[in-house]
C-alpha cells in the first residue's frame, strides 16, 4: 500500500511559477515510478512527468524546459517545479506512484490566469 498526498497548486499569473509536492507514505521501497498527470476539465489526464527509481526522467512535450521532476533523497517526496506557467497548464495536477499496482492521489487545483 501507497498513500499520496498533493500540495502546493493555487492561482498564478500567466508567466509566473509554483511548486507541487506528492508526500509519500507506506511501502516506498516498492514504487518503480512517480508520475505527475494533470486533467483539465473536459479533457483526458495526461502524462506530464516521470521519474523512475533508477533516476530516469520523462517530460511530455508540451512542459519540457518549463517543469522540473525531483525527488528528496529519502523519496519520500516528489516535487514538481513548474516555471514560465501558461493558462494552458490549468488543471488538476495527480501524484502517481506505480508498483504492481498503480495509486493516486486526490489532486491539487493549479488555475493559471491574469
Known amino acids: 500500500q501507497v498513500q499520496l498526498v498533493e500540495s502546493g497548486g493555487g492561482l498564478v499569473q500567466p508567466g509566473g511559477s509554483l511548486r507541487l509536492s506528492c508526500v509519500v507514505s507506506?511501502?516506498?521501497?516498492?514504487?518503480?515510478?512517480m508520475r505527475w498527470y494533470r486533467q483539465a476539465p473536459g479533457k483526458q489526464r495526461e502524462l506530464v512527468a516521470t521519474?523512475?527509481?533508477?533516476?530516469?526522467?520523462y517530460y511530455a512535450d508540451s512542459v519540457r524546459g518549463r517543469f522540473t521532476i525531483s525527488r528528496d533523497t529519502a523519496g519520500n517526496t516528489v516535487y514538481l517545479q513548474m516555471n514560465s506557467l501558461k493558462p494552458e497548464d490549468s488543471a488538476i495536477y495527480y501524484c502517481?506512484?506505480?508498483?504492481?499496482?498503480?495509486?493516486w492521489g486526490r489532486g491539487t487545483q493549479v488555475t493559471v490566469s491574469s
Open positions: 521519474i523512475a527509481r533508477s533516476g530516469s526522467i
Open positions: 507506506g511501502s516506498i521501497f516498492s514504487i518503480y515510478a
Open positions: 502517481n506512484a506505480e508498483t504492481s499496482l498503480y495509486y
